[in-house]
DNA sequence: CCCTAACGGTTACAGCCGTAATTTGACGTG
DNA sequence: CACGTCAAATTACGGCTGTAACCGTTAGGG
């Protein structure tokens, strides 16, 4: 269980995205965006297996690897994480921090505002 | 210039908040927290002198340690990486994500509001 | 001035990460 | 049934990280 790493990362992200696949797969998803050689992409899956982040199930003759980990629980360790390390905690200043630094779209700002006015109906 | 490391963060931290220090200081502020020994906190900083990360200038027979990278330039380093490879680079995915697991206090929805208000405004 | 204690820098070492080659094991074919 | 083939797992290896001991140099007390 010991953290997902940057490179094993994109391995479960083509699982998340595209569902159950066989090595082949994986290895025609993201190894050529990752530029890795086919021996890669066979580590970087054991070393998932290890760390109980996929399964394999043997179909046809094949292996299928899934997910153990969600990418909900994957998103939120890692964003928990930063935000705990750098913001206090707090979403407030990460927005302030973006807002200073990328220029937000009125188009993105609206759907901050709407997602606020939701939160606050929802909350009382 | 490599990367910062988790472990190196905290002595960044340190300088951050306190201002230059002597490496007895850093020692004392963050040694206990992290439970770490003087010699870990020696290395920390050397790491850092290596990577550029910090200075040294040598002031009455100590070294007085200061931060060459600003907290600014880490913060955007990290926070853009986890933004751009978990929520599209868009920020309302990432606050509607930590309202889902996070309850958002009314304080801190208020401060939310407030701040897109004034991104509004700002903006036109 | 010299000696020693403290300080700062160097070396150490195991585990993880990125990248990959090599070996093993199962499966079909002659 | 033996053999070759192809996929899966094991091993490799250099660099970084976390954790720390050790050593050389410098500064202050005698």
């Not at 998803?29 to 050689?37: L, N, Y």
């Not at 070393?47 to 399964?55: D, E, I, S, V």
């Amino acid at each position: 269980m010991s953290k997902i790493s940057g490179a094993e990362s994109h391995i479960m992200e083509a699982l998340w995205t595209r569902g159950p696949l066989t090595a082949e797969e994986i290895v025609q998803t993201v190894g050529p965006a990752q530029e890795w050689g086919e021996a890669t992409v066979k580590t970087l899956i054991n070393r998932l297996l290890k760390k109980k982040a996929l399964a394999s199930e043997r179909a046809a003759g094949r292996a299928l690897y899934r997910p153990i980990v969600s990418r909900e629980e994957y998103v939120t360790g890692e964003s928990q994480g930063l935000l705990d390390r750098l913001f206090g905690g707090q979403i407030a200043p990460l927005v302030a921090h973006y807002a200073r630094h990328r220029a937000l779209s009125p188009d993105e700002i609206s759907r901050l505002k709407d997602l606020i006015a939701e939160l606050e109906t929802d909350d009382e």
